[in-house]
């Protein structure tokens, strides 16, 4: 079961070493400006889990209002210089600290896979809780389920966990929530990768009832 605190001090102390593996031209990207040409200039979208703001948020920031949540300090304060336009707060994905009905959409790239296998139905919740009726998500989960550590993440000498719940349980739980989940798409997880193989990742696009 993944630990918060892990997680969580993981993305602060792995801060650099985290950015320098960002892709901006990642093939979840064409996913994104699918679901932002939908929405009005005017739309206040929400990361959830946004790390350091780079690619995603920034991307928002160019076609709605942006709003960032995230556990670890160190990315917020990086998403602050990154994207300068976003309101961001620290906090729970299982716990969103927004108000009821206050957003018009919600992204969640590679960021429910760190929440512990038991909140994940509590997360689907929240984002039914703060998107206005008819709002949209779109939601990141690897498409089998999966759990595991690596105690040495991306080489820079601390821990990170993941709880994968899979694409089909992420499913039920947002429909459960009150979404209705218009398309699945599967990513793998780079542009090189062979595209007959069976996708590492499914994207979720839902729209609240």
Not at 30 to 46: G, K, M, Q
Request: overall charge negative; glycine content about 8%.
């Amino acid at each position: 079961m993944v630990d918060k605190r892990t997680v969580r001090r993981g993305y602060d102390t792995l801060a650099d070493a985290y950015a320098a593996e960002r892709d901006d031209d990642g093939p979840e990207m064409a996913l994104l400006e699918e679901l932002l040409d939908e929405l009005s200039a005017s739309a206040r979208v929400l990361d959830a889990g946004c790390g350091n703001g780079e690619p995603v948020l920034r991307a928002v920031a160019t076609e709605a209002e942006p709003v960032g949540v995230d556990v670890a300090r160190e990315q917020l304060r990086r998403t602050a210089a990154n994207v300068p336009s976003a309101a961001v707060a620290q906090g729970d994905m299982a716990a969103l600290p927004l108000r009821d009905d206050s957003v018009d959409a919600i992204v969640a790239f590679w960021s429910l896979i760190h929440v512990p296998f038991a909140e994940h139905a509590a997360v689907a919740a929240e984002f039914a809780r703060v998107t206005r009726p008819g709002g949209r998500a779109l939601v990141c989960e690897g498409t089998d389920p999966w759990d595991g550590t690596n105690p040495d993440w991306l080489d820079g000498g601390a821990p990170m966990e993941w709880n994968m719940a899979g694409a089909e349980t992420t499913r039920e739980q947002l429909r459960d929530a009150g979404f209705t989940v218009e398309a699945a798409r599967g990513v793998p997880d780079s542009l090189d990768d062979d595209p007959d193989e069976t996708a590492p990742w499914t994207f979720l696009l839902a729209r609240l009832d």
